[in-house]
């Protein structure tokens, strides 16, 4: 078996030292580098000349705790080795990381000599891990959003979170939402927790860098989310991914929001007209009954219906029957005032509530209404003139409830049509029947 002599060994373990793709350094107690390795050189980018008789801080790249070096000296000036990472600056000022192990030398006083740090460059490894940390964060907070947004949160509570997210995630960064509709108009506009609204051409755009990701809509876009941060930090492809994500988010809330309001206006609203249903008729009826009752005031509700309708369908086409009624009751809808409801309660037939109201009033709005429908519509490109039968019941005289009242209305109209239509009849009183 091959024992080599000590020169040799000393030559084969100097080699050995020179050669290694590890860092080798030795410096003295004070921290003066009295040796480095070719890997040194390697990772580093110093020159052997360059690094001997300099302190080893010169490494030192600021970004490191000092926690961490006072354990290093702590440790190695007891005489015992000391294990963990640093983060330290090349030559060209960009920043690895190394896995020492720095082992104190003694001499045969038992004095403290020299310190010999081996490292190993591990840069990648942490690259990776740091990564994979922080796509891990960047899931859980989207998770948490997401999960905010499944809660049923209205939007800007749920805006307002998404911009303290990004701000907490990315650090410094000024954070900007605006919502809009499926029409793409501006709904609101939210800052983030700095309160400040950033505007991306604005003055102080050459120290920002910035980022505007659309809110995703159909069909088009719910929005945007704009993100500043210091030009000197600038954005990683991590926090383009994880800005995705948010806006995702907020365009999945936004699609909610819409199509809970659709469903709402499908459970509240005529398709055709727009107006309210006969279901929201009744419980506004019942409120405003209830009010009346404790108020000691009247309330009232008149019956419209359209004379010879029909005929539109007949001779124009059911196409222009229902344009003809979408005009109606936009018609309909500008004598509105405060505290009325107009509903559609059948093919051409529409009822409004009026409350308070004194005797004479119901009858006086009739009328109103009846004068309006007499001016001519287009439809279809041709000249339509219609009119209307409308019939009047009182709260409490002519029923306790919307059905009862509405019956006693619909028979005060069909007096009217009796007559040939184009009319005002009060259940009331049982002679009245007034004609536009």
């Known amino acids: 078996m091959f024992q080599p002599d000590s020169e040799v060994l000393k030559v084969l373990l100097q080699r050995a030292v020179e050669e290694s793709a590890s860092l080798v350094v030795i410096t003295d107690p004070g921290g003066l580098i009295r040796y480095v390795n070719r890997g040194f050189e390697e990772t580093t980018g110093y020159r052997y000349d360059e690094v001997v008789g300099q302190n080893i801080r010169l490494l030192k790249s600021g970004r490191q705790g000092v926690e961490t070096y006072r354990d290093l000296w702590s440790t190695v000036l007891e005489g015992r080795t000391w294990r963990g990472f640093l983060h330290n600056r090349r030559k060209d000022g960009t920043l690895y990381w190394a896995r020492a192990t720095i082992d104190p030398v003694r001499d045969e006083a038992g004095g403290l000599r020299y310190f010999i740090a081996i490292q190993e460059d591990v840069t990648r490894e942490f690259e990776k891990n740091r990564a994979l940390a922080t796509r891990a964060n960047h899931l859980e907070v989207l998770s948490e959003l997401g999960h905010v947004a499944l809660g049923g949160a209205d939007i800007e509570s749920l805006a307002s979170l998404a911009a303290e997210s990004v701000c907490r995630v990315l650090g410094g960064a000024r ?6 509709d499926s029409s793409n108009r501006l709904l609101r506009r939210l800052a983030g927790p700095t309160g400040e609204l950033f505007e991306p051409g604005s003055r102080e755009d050459d120290a920002w860098s910035w980022i ?25 492809e991590q926090d383009g991914w994880f800005l995705d994500g948010v806006a995702a988010v907020l365009g999945t809330a936004m699609r909610r929001m819409q199509d809970e309001e659709r469903i709402r206006r499908l459970a509240q609203r005529d398709p055709l007209t727009g107006l309210y249903n006969r279901r929201v008729l009744a419980e506004r009826a019942q409120d405003v009954m209830a009010q009346a009752r404790r108020g000691g005031f009247k309330a009232a509700v008149l019956f419209v219906d359209l004379d010879r309708f029909k005929e539109v369908n007949d001779t124009l086409g059911h196409a222009a029957g229902d344009e003809l009624l979408a005009k109606v009751a936009r018609r309909l809808q500008r004598s509105l005032r405060r505290g ?55 709260f409490p005289d002519d029923g306790e409830d919307l059905d009862a009242l509405l019956r006693r209305a619909d028979h005060a109209m069909y007096r009217v049509k009796a007559g040939g239509g184009a009319g005002v009849a009060c259940m009331h009183v049982p002679d009245s029947t007034s004609t536009g």
Not at 213 to 234: E, F
Not at 340 to 359: I, M, N, Q, S, Y
């Open 340 to 394: 009325e409801t107009l509903a559609r309660v059948g093919g051409d037939e529409f009822a409004f509530l009026l409350a308070p109201v004194r005797e004479a009033e119901p009858e006086k709005a009739a009328q109103r209404l009846l004068a309006r429908l007499l001016v001519p519509f287009r439809v279809h490109g041709r000249r339509v003139q219609v009119s209307a039968s409308i019939g009047v019941a009182l």
């Open 212 to 236: 505007h990701i659309p809110i995703p809509g159909d069909p088009a876009p719910h929005g945007a989310l704009v993100v500043a941060l210091p030009c000197q930090k600038g954005f990683t």
């Open 175 to 180: 954070v900007t939402v605006s919502l809009a």
